[in-house]
């Protein structure tokens, strides 16, 4: 029989495998370097671990990740709160941060409606989207614009679908991230989807 | 200003994209998974790393990781004790054995003699490799054969040549791997190097 790592290492290598992006030639890596480098190191991570599941939560109003209720988004003064952008994800609201072209209020879905995986709109914060554009307008501040910012997938597709009919003849307007060709792309190599709706959203210049 | 994640997701991104092969895209990818993951999984995580720093220690024969000393490898009777193989890693060693053409014992250096990394031979075991020999020899079960199995790095051949001078002239054979072309590899597209060592070291058939 073949010679096997320590089974505290199989099971550290077994764990860290199944993490998003690893695989066993990976998660074999980055076991010896845990093993190899100082305690103090270790010890720091799995405390840094600790902490972010132990203080961090859900901002009761946006749904993103926060240490403090409401997160700092929320509570910034000096953000548009007549505006709304609907994300799928805290990471999805950091790249519209960090584009630095957005001042309103965000909404973090925690994801997309997706019936083959069993997610319904009860698995995701789209009620609690509704009751807080409700909420506003009933305290007399009511959102201008509602900016669906999800991504290109058909169930991502199917949400904003979901969301636009339960949000009909409001006062607001309902809008979505334009739809083109992506930056430094040539035209050849554009998948058909993508050049389809370049020439379906096409604008006069 | 642009948002940010709360400071100890930022913590954590940072810890992990200091780890080897993680990038900042995939540490923060790692992180927000950490969050959304049940917290039994990042407690298990813990505890598995926490295990390996407090229960892994090197076997004080062949310097290998192990829970137990000496190390299973090393107590396994079964596993010819006139031949000593040479590896720099665990990994290798792992490696090694995987082949299941090696049934002799082991000696992890635990690197190579890298001067301009600063790394001496007192930095790795291999001052334990010449004790470890002398003491099967006083002992009257001296090795038949050393079996030098490093990496290809001018820094693993010198250190091999160091080991050879300072085992010059003694009963067992010290031997290398053997070198020349890799399986599968078109012979137009084979760096100059394991060229010229594919002629230097061509076999008769």
Same mark, same amino acid.
Request: net charge negative.
């Given at each position: 029989?073949?010679?096997?790592?320590?089974?505290q290492?199989?099971?550290?290598?077994?764990?860290?495998?199944?993490?998003?992006?690893l695989?066993?030639?990976?998660?074999?890596?980055?076991?010896?370097?845990?093993?190899?480098?100082?305690?103090?190191?270790?010890?720091?991570?799995?405390?840094?671990?600790?902490?972010?599941?132990?203080? !961090?939560?859900?901002?009761?109003?946006?749904?993103?990740?926060?240490?403090?209720?409401?997160?700092?988004?929320?509570s910034?003064?000096?953000r548009?709160?007549?505006?709304?952008?609907?994300?799928?994800?805290?990471?999805?609201?950091?790249?519209?941060?960090?584009?630095?072209?957005?001042?309103?209020?965000?909404?973090?879905?925690?994801?997309?409606?997706?019936?083959?995986?069993?997610?319904?709109?009860?698995?995701?914060?789209?009620?609690?989207?509704?009751?807080?554009?409700?909420?506003?307008?009933?305290?007399?501040?009511?959102?201008?614009?509602?900016?669906?910012?999800?991504?290109?997938?058909?169930?991502?597709?199917?949400?904003?679908?979901? !969301?636009?009919?339960?949000?009909?003849?409001?006062?607001?307007?309902?809008?979505?991230?334009?739809?083109?060709?992506?930056?430094?792309?040539? !035209?050849?190599?554009?998948?058909?989807?993508?050049?389809?709706?370049?020439?379906?959203?096409?604008?006069?210049?």
């Amino acid at each position: 029989m073949a010679a096997k790592h320590p089974p505290q290492i199989t099971d550290l290598i077994e764990r860290l495998s199944k993490l998003p992006g690893l695989g066993t030639k990976s998660a074999t890596r980055l076991a010896l370097y845990f093993l190899s480098c100082d305690v103090s190191e270790v010890r720091a991570l799995t405390n840094a671990l600790t902490a972010v599941k132990e203080e !961090i939560k859900f901002c009761s109003k946006c749904h993103n990740y926060t240490d403090a209720d409401p997160c700092p988004l929320c509570s910034d003064q000096s953000r548009d709160s007549g505006q709304i952008c609907v994300v799928e994800s805290p990471a999805d609201l950091l790249a519209i941060e960090a584009s630095g072209l957005y001042k309103g209020l965000y909404h973090v879905l925690g994801g997309v409606i997706s019936p083959l995986s069993g997610i319904g709109p009860e698995d995701l914060h789209i009620e609690q989207l509704f009751e807080r554009i409700d909420g506003l307008s009933a305290k007399g501040e009511p959102i201008r614009e509602l900016l669906l910012a999800t991504g290109g997938s058909s169930d991502a597709e199917s949400t904003c679908v979901y !969301i636009s009919e339960r949000l009909k003849n409001r006062e607001f307007t309902v809008t979505r991230l334009a739809r083109g060709l992506p930056v430094g792309v040539d !035209i050849e190599y554009v998948d058909l989807g993508t050049l389809k709706q370049a020439l379906e959203y096409r604008r006069k210049t």
